[in-house]
């Protein structure tokens, strides 16, 4: 496995094998060995079947299990052999979270696997630790990279962390649908080393702080088939505001920092329709419904389109966008409103299921946190939108 050990401001991260350092040269309190492991959310691991690709590519799924079923070869899937996984640690004092108590620490891995962290701390301290994981690209684990913090800042894929994680940007690309690097994972919690214990052993399991909506039309069968859906914009109506910044120690939206009206896209392989192969995503919805068509068996769902929002936790905010689909030739198929109010939550999975791509008469909407699902949950909560 290859990882990269980077230094910010000359200081030395402890892994397994690493120097272990003190974090605070304080002789009069003693100092103990603090061993902190992280492990990301809902990942689905052995549940798939290794080697069918076709298999782990469900449009419900976070960006970690995603990238574990795509392909490693030269398709357009984004694999692990186009991104790394970037943790970057911070450690403040419990009382005062303005800025950290020493400089962040940075692991970078070329597949997903937990992290762990060996420090030396303060027994009797109370401390805030607040750790970020984000997609960079392929090559930052085996290569140098500059230990300055300011060249740190745009590594990110889809992030620009700042001075602190206090501050997180999402950088604005308009081409952002059905990115599934745009996931990252985070916590953040207090802890007091205690002394006398023979290693202070914490581990954590990350959470998102977005929450990821998708569309999924079953009526692809409908269309001619000389249609070929290729390119879908999403524009979140004006008076939805969608924020551009986190605060991960404190794990807050910065709501001084988000754009209104927000307009993204995504383009599609050629012929969809006749290469599901090459879709982006064709488990599950994508995968198991087809109508018989002359004796042929034609897929009829498809997944238009997906996105990350950063969202806050134990309540439902309401969003509403336009959705624009194109054929080949940029001619449209269809513009769905999407005019009531669609609830997001973080770390939660949206999902919009129905004929939109031609009568638009029924729409199902769930909200659950499993990032796994094919169908609605009969616990989650949906609502049905007649036009």
């Not at 962040?104 to 060996?118: A, C, L, S």
């Not at 081409?175 to 990252?184: M, R, T």
């Not at 994508?286 to 034609?298: C, I, P, S």
Request: aromatic share 8%; with cysteine; net charge negative.
């Amino acid at each position: 496995m290859k990882t990269r050990l980077m230094a910010l401001m000359a200081l030395a991260l402890g892994m397994a094998s690493c120097q272990v350092d003190s974090i605070l040269g304080i002789g009069s309190r003693s100092e103990v060995n603090v061993q902190l492991s992280f492990s990301a959310p809902d990942l689905i691991g052995d549940t798939r079947t290794d080697g069918d690709a076709q298999s782990q590519l469900n449009s419900a799924y976070g960006a970690i299990d995603y990238l574990d079923g795509a392909p490693l070869d030269d398709s357009r899937y984004v694999d692990w052999n186009d991104v790394d996984l970037r943790y970057s640690l911070e450690i403040y004092d419990a009382e005062n979270l303005n800025a950290p108590i020493k400089d962040r620490m940075v692991v970078i891995k070329d597949k997903y696997e937990p992290v762990r962290f060996d420090l030396r701390l303060i027994a009797g301290r109370e401390y805030r630790f607040a750790i970020f994981a984000d997609f960079v690209s392929n090559g930052l684990a085996q290569e140098e990279v500059n230990p300055d913090v300011d060249a740190q800042r745009d590594l990110g894929m889809r992030h620009t962390i700042g001075v602190n994680l206090t501050d997180i940007a999402i950088k604005q690309d308009t081409d952002s649908l059905n990115d599934e690097v745009a996931d990252a994972y985070f916590t953040y919690f207090n802890y007091t080393p205690e002394e006398g214990v023979e290693g202070n052993i914490v581990e954590k399991t990350l959470t998102r702080p977005y929450a990821k909506v998708r569309v999924v039309a079953t009526d692809l069968a409908e269309l001619n088939l000389n249609v070929h859906p290729k390119y879908v914009t999403v524009k979140y109506n004006s008076d939805i505001v969608i924020p551009t910044a986190f605060n991960a120690v404190k794990g807050k939206i910065l709501g001084d920092k988000s754009v209104e009206g927000k307009s993204i896209s995504a383009t599609y392989v050629s012929k969809i329709r006749d290469n599901r192969e090459s879709h982006v995503y064709n488990a599950e919805y994508d995968a198991m419904f087809t109508v018989a068509d002359n004796g042929a068996e034609r897929a009829s769902h498809l997944t238009l389109c997906t996105d990350y929002i950063l969202a806050t936790s134990g309540e439902h905010t309401p969003i509403n966008f336009t959705m624009t689909v194109l054929d080949e030739n940029k001619e449209k198929i269809r513009e769905v409103e999407f005019d009531t109010q669609i609830p997001i939550e973080r770390n939660y999975l949206t999902t919009i299921v129905g004929n939109v791509l031609t009568k638009v008469t029924e729409v199902n909407v769930s909200i659950n946190d499993d990032f796994n699902n094919s169908k609605n949950s009969e616990d989650a909560p949906f609502y049905e939108e007649v036009e």
